[in-house]
């Protein structure tokens, strides 16, 4: 695991597998990384909800974040509701989560 730099400011590595997931304390040492509001789920996955004034700002937000998604082709789960985006990270290819995810939610922070 790399530790050089802030994490939205590094670039997603993509999974081929053949690698472990990240045991629980990686993902605790990572998560403290994080601005707030990630929580790990289930030691799998990473989710946060952002929250905004209304739906075209939630929009706007959801619209970013498959713009980076796409850019670091690192895909998550977005839900979209009305204020409300829930993001979903975790890489398919280890059934769990790698560095990559958490880089990936720092850069979904940096933008919202």
Known sequence: MADSGNLSDRECIPC????????????????????????????????????????????EFTNKAGHIAEEQNHHPEITLTWGVVTIRIWTHKVDGLTESDFILAAKFDAAA
């Open 16 to 59: 081929k597998g053949g690698v472990d997931p990240l045991n629980p304390t990686q993902q605790q040492e990572l998560l403290k990384q994080l601005s707030g509001g990630w929580e790990v789920v289930d030691n799998h996955h990473l989710q946060k909800t952002y929250k905004f004034a209304d739906f075209l700002s939630a929009l």
